[in-house]
């Protein structure tokens, strides 16, 4: 069980990647940048600008973060970036050594919210049509 939801988080995080690299990488950046500017609200304490060069850089951004800059996108709602975020406490309960138990509630809880909030979020489809375009194209 520990081992799936490591490896569904990691299709969920792919599918982040696909998303904001079909927006643009130069998107990305520039919200990370406007998101550091802002001193009150919910973003008042984003403090990481980005300035990538590509896409496959996304790799070295944190989970937590490609969160905040989804949300600030409106690609999530709070609600939604809220609930990954526990999924991410729970992958990373599961990747890491610890006596907290992973039960079959867990397992379904985590595969629902990825599920609903990744991979069937119409927000977060616009990157299936591009990246299947660009591999027929290859």
């Not at 299709?11 to 990647?17: D, L, P, T, Y």
């Not at 990373?92 to 050594?97: E, R």
Request: glycine share 2%; hydrophobic share 40%; charged share 20%.
């Amino acid at each position: 069980m520990r081992a799936s939801i490591v490896l569904a988080w990691c299709a969920a995080v792919s599918r982040i990647h696909q998303v904001i690299g079909s927006r643009g990488i130069e998107a990305f950046n520039k919200a990370t940048k406007s998101m550091c500017d802002i001193k009150e609200g919910r973003y008042k304490r984003y403090s990481s600008p980005y300035a990538l060069q590509s896409p496959s850089e996304l790799r070295t951004v944190f989970d937590t973060h490609l969160l905040w800059v989804l949300e600030y996108l409106e690609l999530l709602d709070s609600n939604q970036h809220d609930r990954l975020a526990l999924c991410f406490t729970i992958r990373n309960n599961c990747a890491h050594p610890g006596d907290a138990p992973i039960t079959e509630a867990n397992l379904v809880s985590f595969f629902s919210d990825i599920e609903h909030i990744v991979f069937r979020n119409p927000k977060m489809r616009a990157a299936e049509a591009v990246h299947a375009v660009q591999v027929t194209a290859s």
